[in-house]
Nanobody
């Protein structure tokens, strides 16, 4: 079993910042790769960022230069630092993990709303 618990969502004005956190518990092999997906109302889920245990990262083009994914392996925690937020970043953000792909296990999600 893997449990992923997100925190840090909320309401922020355009141009603002938020930091999401995700604490993982369970079989550590199953969070070899961790990621953040998001789903806006009426849209499909999309992969925002991924990070391997070794620290290799990849980002969706829409967030490159604004979002940073990082992880603390000792704490089994992954973070998503979101800067210069835009209204189109509004979505439910999900922490995910897996062995070979970041979509085997999912957290409950945390709402991020960017609005003035």
């Amino acid at each position: 079993q893997v449990q992923l618990v997100e925190s840090g969502g909320g309401l922020v004005q355009p141009g603002g910042s938020l930091r999401l956190s995700c604490a993982a518990s369970g079989n550590s092999l199953r969070f070899t790769i961790m990621g953040w997906y998001r789903q806006a109302s009426g849209k499909q889920r999309e992969l925002v960022a991924v990070i391997t245990r070794g620290g290799t990262t990849n980002y969706d083009d829409s967030v490159k230069g604004r979002f940073t994914i990082s992880r603390d392996n000792a704490k089994n925690t992954v973070y998503l630092q979101m800067n210069n937020l835009k209204p189109e970043d509004t979505a439910v953000y999900y922490c995910t993990s897996g062995v070979v792909a970041p979509d085997a296990y999912w957290g409950q999600g945390t709402q991020v709303t960017v609005s003035s």
